[in-house]
């Protein structure tokens, strides 16, 4: 299908979309409140729920990371919490996991403890 030339298709430059939240775009165009919810909670994107966020953001968040571009992006084998791990042996600090800070304070030259 050719576009139109005198039709922008950058989701920033619709009025429409920059009004509405995603939500609300999703509701306007057809679905219902239990189909958002249910892709709201499967989706991962949260973030674009929350109601100040513009519709616009979300499809041109979906152009930039389109799968198309896919053979353009890297991955890290085996995750990038291993990428963490390996920081995390290079740097050797101490680190504990499900502990509760009580307090922190500067010790000599700007060291936490």
Known sequence: ????????HNPLESEEMRKLNLVQFMLKYGATKDQ?????AHSGYDVFTYPKVAASIFFHEGELYDSELDCDQS??????????????TKSQVKVQLDAN????????????D
């Open 1 to 8: 299908k050719e576009k139109n030339p005198n039709v922008s």
């Open 36 to 40: 958002v919810d249910d892709w709201i």
């Open 75 to 88: 991955y890290v084998k085996d995750g990038f919490e291993s990428v963490v791990h390996k920081l995390l």
């Open 101 to 112: 800070v009580t307090a922190v304070k500067k010790v000599g030259s700007g060291d936490v």
